[in-house]
């Protein structure tokens, strides 16, 4: 699907192929250490992008953001269903039962020099389309967001998503969640 930023530039948004594994691992391998520090659910490597796109079986359904007129990806996007153990305990202590299989985890990544730029929230209505179109009824973070990652939890508010409760690995984080309306 093709998307028109603010700035009239156009975008196009689609799941990842499995003949993607060369441009997906040099988007990875592109992004900074500040981004890497900042992105929990994988490991953002080559060899990462090669095993994914081989896969046959896959919990998530994940998309990339790339520019019309180049071939480089510009973002990242998971949506998946399978939830660990740790997020649906932190959720059940906050009394929200995550366990039916409608509640996919997000997490978004965007290309350094593009942050900032209203992408994600150019990408954002097509997801949130997706995940209804599949029956969610929330987003929950995927490993919630780091306390100071403030540009991802204002992205997060800004779309609706709501402080569930905080947990504690190296850093300080937040879980938040979307209610998606039917
Ligand atoms: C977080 C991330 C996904 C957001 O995507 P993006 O395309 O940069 O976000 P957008 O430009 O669409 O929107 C950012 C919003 O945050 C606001 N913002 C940016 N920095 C901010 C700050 N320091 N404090 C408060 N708000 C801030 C912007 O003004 C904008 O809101 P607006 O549209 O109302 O003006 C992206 O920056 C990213 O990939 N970061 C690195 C990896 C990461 O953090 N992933 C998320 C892990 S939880």
Redesign the pocket.
């Known amino acids: 699907m093709k998307l028109k930023s603010k700035g009239g530039r156009e975008f196009i948004i689609r799941e990842i192929s499995t003949f993607d594994s060369e441009p997906l691992g040099q988007y990875f391998e592109s ?1 900074s250490d ?2 890497l520090k ?3 659910p994988h490991p953002l490597t080559k060899e990462f992008a090669v095993a994914l796109c081989k896969r046959k079986h896959d919990s998530a359904i994940r998309f990339i953001l790339s520019l019309v007129e180049k071939k480089y990806f510009v ?1 990242y996007f998971i949506l998946d269903f399978r939830i660990p153990k740790g997020l649906l305990d932190r959720y059940s202590e906050q009394g929200i039962d995550l366990s039916n299989g409608r509640n996919p985890m997000f ?6 020099n ?11 209505p097509i997801i949130i389309k997706s995940a209804k179109d599949l029956g969610a009824n929330s987003l929950v ?6 306390a100071t ?8 508010k ?1 779309f609706g998503f709501k402080h569930i409760c905080e947990f504690k690995n190296e850093v300080l984080n937040y879980d938040m969640r979307l209610l998606l309306e039917t």
Not at 114 to 124: D, R, V
Not at 141 to 146: A, C, E, I, S, Y
Not at 149 to 156: C, D, I, Q
């Open positions: 992004l500040e981004t900042r992105f929990g973002g997490a978004p990544c965007i290309a350094d593009y942050q900032n730029t209203g992408l994600a929230s150019l990408a954002m973070l995927m490993g919630g967001t780091q990652n403030k540009r991802a939890v204002a992205f997060y800004k």
